[in-house]
């Protein structure tokens, strides 16, 4: 299940506030460990372990630029989340598509049956 | 145009809405009366419903248990903190997977919406990382299904 543990180390990076500034941030493009640093009132080693959480779930990558190390998003990685929302939003669709139904053909009385 | 919505807000909760082209009478009894909900509340293709069991008052609990044909199962246990009908439930609620999961603290509120009614469920996690936990590992019913069709559509580029 090489996926899933993904989703789950992507999903725990996402639930720090810090870490969600840090994607926000990449999303308008890449930005070294100094750049990263500048909006928060937070050292440069403690920036680069959210991005080691970032890097190890897969949602952040480094480049390699002379001896600069920019950072980015990795879109794959991002677009996963993503999908997975959209699949637990079909579960839970499909559920509710069958009590639809049920709606629509039992015609249920107001005042209820045998509970309350 | 999905009906549904999922999203966080803040770090430890999720809402979801649905409307229903139903009063909220209706749509109250389909989420109190067992023998309708072991008919719906079933989650991806496959999966059944053998146990229901409801005690619908506040300090009632309940059990809801599924399963495939492929012999895999999996249960629900909650207790009822408050129901009004037909407008608001309040229940806890752990999955065991087999492993209890720390408890969800769940707020059904149904609200009249036209002729129809609006479904709002604030679901309330203990900390992030719970809710980080269920995200991922897939908070409703039997989300193996959908892990096996989500492995097969991580290639392709595009799937809402």
Redesign the interface.
């Given at each position: 299940?090489q996926?899933?543990q993904n989703?789950?180390a992507?999903?725990?990076a996402?639930?720090?506030?810090t870490r969600r500034a840090i994607l926000t941030r990449l999303a308008r493009g890449e930005a070294t460990v100094t750049e990263l640093a500048q909006p928060f009132e937070m050292t440069q080693p403690a920036i680069s372990q959210h991005l080691k959480v970032l890097e190890d779930a897969g949602l952040v990558a480094v480049r390699v630029d002379g001896v600069r190390r920019p950072r980015r998003l990795v879109k794959?990685g991002i677009e996963?989340i993503d999908?997975?929302?959209?699949?637990?939003?079909?579960?839970?669709?499909?559920?509710?598509d069958?009590?639809?139904l049920?709606?629509?053909e039992?015609n249920?009385p107001?005042?209820?049956?045998?509970?309350? | 145009m999905s009906k549904l919505t999922l999203k966080t807000e803040g770090d430890t909760h999720i809402i979801v809405t649905r409307h229903f082209a139903a009063p909220p009478e209706a749509v109250y009894r389909a989420h109190t009366d067992p023998t309708i909900v072991q008919k719906w509340l079933l989650g991806p293709e496959g999966w059944t419903m053998p146990v229901c069991r409801m005690e619908t008052k506040p300090g009632g609990s309940f059990r809801y248990e599924w399963a495939n044909a492929k012999g895999q199962g999996f249960y629900i246990t909650g207790e009822y903190l408050e129901l009004h009908p037909h407008s608001r439930i309040v229940h806890v609620e752990r999955m065991f997977l087999p492993d209890p999961t720390p408890d969800n603290h769940v707020e059904t509120r149904f609200d009249a919406d036209g002729s129809g009614t609006l479904m709002t469920m604030r679901m309330t996690l203990p900390d992030t990382k719970t809710r980080a936990m269920m995200l991922a590992s897939g908070m409703e019913h039997g989300m193996e299904a959908s892990y096996v069709r989500l492995e097969g559509m991580i290639p392709v580029a595009q799937i809402a």
């Open positions: 299940m996926l899933h989703l789950d992507a999903f725990s996402l639930a720090d506030p794959p996963a999908k997975w929302l959209d699949l637990l939003r079909k579960g839970l669709e499909k559920s509710y069958r009590l639809d049920l709606l629509a039992m249920i107001p005042k209820g049956g045998k509970n309350p | -």
